[in-house]
Nanobody, 126 residues
């Protein structure tokens, strides 16, 4: 089974930027849809962004539109989340996950992703 490891989290001031990485080992990610989710204390895990297998299309949650960009480098087995203009409400643990393609319905449900990383903490101070 492919192991996913996130990195790049940290503490940043509001308005700042971070770039998260998710690197896979033990296999390739090229056959999977890849997604980013986040979870804050007391809240359910929520969808942030997802990208198709070849990277030609992406979807975003409304609250990150225009601020976050998901990308992938299949040769490096790595998915990225570039986060700009960060806000305190973006504070959360960010997770990457993989999902099989050709599933019915939108890919914003955590239940459609079967392989998860351990998460990386992002803290945005005001």
């Amino acid at each position: 089974q492919v192991q996913l490891v996130e990195s790049g989290g940290g503490v940043v001031q509001a308005g700042g930027s971070l770039r998260l990485s998710c690197t896979a080992s033990g296999g390739t990610i090229s056959t999977y849809i890849m997604g980013w989710f986040r979870q804050s204390p007391g809240k359910e895990r929520e969808f942030v962004a997802r990208i198709t297998r070849d990277g030609d299309s992406a979807d975003y949650a409304a609250f990150v539109l225009g601020r976050f960009t998901i990308s992938r480098d299949n040769a490096k087995s790595t998915v990225y989340l570039q986060m700009n203009n960060l806000k305190p409400e973006d504070t959360a643990v960010y997770y990457c996950a993989s999902a099989r393609a050709f599933q019915i319905g939108p890919m914003d449900s955590p239940q459609k992703y079967r392989n998860w990383g351990q998460g990386t903490q992002v803290t945005v101070s005001s």
